[in-house]
Each structure stands twice: as C-alpha cells, then as structure tokens.
C-alpha cells in the first residue's frame, strides 16, 4: 500500500513554503521533536495538550525555545484554512541550520515546520469496526532520555509499520528490548481487567501521547481504577478488552490479536471501555 497525500500545505518559520536546507539538523540528525493534531472543522483539538507535550520535547532535547504563544496563534491560524469535517495538523521543531558535527554549540534559532493534511479516514472505519493486532519482532530501545516525547528519530517506528503492512493488519504490539509492553506502533494501550485499568508506565521506553493524558484524566474520578505496569505482552491474554489511542484515531477498539501466520490468539468482545471512554476522546478541548 503507498501512502499518498492530496493535500499538503507548509509554513516553514512562518513562510509558506515546501522545503527546508539540507543542513537542517533534521535532515542531518532527525534532531527535534514533533505532535500531530487533529483539527475538527478549523479548530485544533487539545492544544493545550499539544504545545505542553513540544515544550516537554524541546526541554529534554535541549532545543532552542520557540515563541509558545506565537506558535499557537499559528497553528490556530492554520487551522482556519481547513475547509473539510476533518484535517490533521503536523508541527515539527527542529535545533535548526547549521554545522556538521554533533556539537550544538551556537545553534539557537530553532527552525518550525508546520503542515496541514488531510485526515486519514480509515479511523472513522476502524472506529466502528474494531481492529486486529500482531507481535511486532522490532522493540523499541530503553532510554530514559528520550522516553515519553516524540523526537524525530522514529526508525523503529518505520521498521514496525513495514511489518504491519507486510502482515495486512491494523496495528502491532510493541515490547521494549526487555520484552516490556510499552504499546503500539503509533498508540498509547489500555487494557481492562473487570474495572481495572492497566497501561504501560513508558519510564524507559515509547511516547506519552496527548490523547494517553485524556484517557487517564477521564479515569481519575469514576468506577475504574487505573494502574500502571511493567509487565509483558501476557499480560493481554486475560483481559476484558483491549484499546488503543492516539490524538488522530482517537481511541480503536482491539478485536483480535494474531500471529503473523494469521491465526488468532486472543479475542475481545467487550466494548465496555470503549464506549466509555469514546466521548472525552472527542471533547476539542
């Protein structure tokens, strides 16, 4: 399957413009961090969410630091051009042009790369229909340091993805070189026991998404009990039900969990949590 666009508009440091110098340190070294938003109508949901989760980015990366306020009023901005039900919005922040080295000595201007995209409506389907997930062989390295924030380097990510579409499936579950849970390819996962709730607690591995924050904030004050875990993928064979989330899809309902012959090895019926958590996914705010 290619992945294309029909629609792509950048603003580079705030000119509209497709391109960026080959010295950038993101094209050098994937140097930067970045989140991804989607934009119902013209307004970009969970901003707030989303600029707290790039300065988290910027200040564990030692990027230089952007203007907060600015970069919001832009994205606002661009988010006003969106003419359908539904877009995504891209921001990426890079430590900027020049040298050749590792060094960031004298690096101090960041470059920011904003895009406005379409949305990709395969999630409104699996939204409805639930998805299948396989074993990902590619785990995610431990590292404290880059733990929890969305920098650039997502090679493993790409390795994980290929693996997916080479399988025919929807998603994969991903361990950390341990064989700790920490997710999914590209979610956050909750899995649910009764009225327990368990999700990685992504210290050394995986990123922290937007929409994790959500669903933990919705947990805090109802008949659920939330618990973080370090635990291995078995941990899934006993649950009641299974869900994945991030800031586009918002939250997918798991069906079944296969092999990469195919063959099932656990199924979930349950949509109880689901259905629950479905409206504070959605909230714009």
């Given at each position: 399957?290619?992945?294309?666009?029909?629609?792509?508009?950048?603003?580079?440091?705030?000119?509209?413009?497709?391109?960026?110098?080959?010295?950038?340190?993101?094209?050098?070294?994937?140097?930067?961090?970045?989140?991804?938003?989607?934009?119902?109508?013209?307004?970009?949901?969970l901003l707030?969410?989303?600029?707290?989760?790039?300065?988290?980015?910027?200040?564990?990366?030692?990027?230089?630091?952007?203007?907060?306020?600015?970069?919001?009023?832009?994205?606002?901005?661009?988010?006003?051009?969106?003419?359908?039900?539904?877009?995504?919005?891209?921001?990426?922040?890079s430590r900027?042009?020049?040298?050749?080295?590792?060094?960031?000595?004298?690096?101090?201007?960041?470059?920011?790369?904003?895009?406005?995209?379409?949305?990709?409506?395969?999630?409104?389907?699996?939204?409805?229909?639930?998805?299948?997930?396989?074993?990902?062989?590619?785990?995610?390295?431990?590292?404290?340091?880059?733990?929890?924030?969305?920098?650039?380097?997502?090679?493993?990510?790409?390795?994980?993805?290929?693996?997916?579409e080479s399988?025919?499936?929807?998603?994969?579950?991903?361990?950390?070189?341990?064989?700790?849970?920490?997710?999914?390819?590209?979610?956050?996962?909750?899995?649910?026991?009764?009225?327990?709730?368990?999700?990685?607690?992504?210290?050394?591995?995986?990123?922290?998404?937007?929409?994790?924050?959500?669903?933990?904030?919705?947990?805090?004050?109802?008949?659920?009990?939330?618990?973080?875990?370090?635990?291995?993928?078995?941990?899934?064979?006993?649950?009641?039900?299974?869900?994945?989330?991030?800031?586009?899809?918002?939250?997918?309902?798991?069906?079944?969990?296969?092999?990469?012959?195919?063959?099932?090895?656990?199924?979930?019926?349950?949509?109880?949590?689901?259905?629950?958590?479905?409206?504070?996914?959605?909230?714009?705010?």
């Amino acid at each position: 399957m290619i992945n294309t666009l029909t629609r792509c508009i950048c603003w580079i440091n705030g000119e509209q413009r497709n391109n960026i110098s080959v010295m950038d340190r993101a094209v050098q070294f994937g140097d930067g961090c970045f989140t991804t938003i989607r934009v119902v109508g013209q307004q970009p949901t969970l901003l707030s969410h989303h600029i707290y989760r790039l300065q988290k980015g910027v200040k564990q990366l030692l990027l230089p630091t952007p203007d907060w306020h600015k970069l919001a009023s832009d994205i606002n901005q661009i988010a006003q051009l969106n003419k359908n039900d539904l877009a995504v919005i891209k921001v990426i922040i890079s430590r900027g042009e020049g040298g050749r080295g590792h060094s960031i000595a004298g690096l101090n201007k960041a470059t920011i790369i904003i895009s406005l995209t379409d949305y990709p409506d395969i999630y409104l389907n699996q939204r409805q229909t639930g998805i299948d997930l396989i074993f990902s062989k590619i785990p995610i390295n431990n590292n404290c340091y880059l733990a929890g924030i969305k920098h650039l380097n997502r090679l493993e990510q790409i390795l994980i993805k290929q693996q997916i579409e080479s399988c025919n499936v929807d998603e994969a579950i991903v361990t950390d070189t341990n064989g700790i849970l920490i997710g999914c390819c590209a979610a956050n996962i909750f899995l649910r026991k009764g009225k327990k709730i368990y999700t990685p607690n992504l210290n050394n591995a995986g990123v922290k998404g937007v929409m994790r924050k959500q669903v933990i904030a919705s947990l805090s004050d109802n008949h659920y009990e939330l618990f973080y875990i370090s635990s291995n993928p078995n941990i899934l064979e006993h649950s009641d039900e299974v869900i994945i989330t991030n800031a586009l899809m918002p939250i997918l309902s798991v069906n079944r969990i296969l092999t990469q012959l195919k063959q099932p090895v656990w199924h979930y019926n349950s949509r109880e949590l689901f259905n629950f958590l479905l409206p504070y996914c959605l909230k714009l705010n």
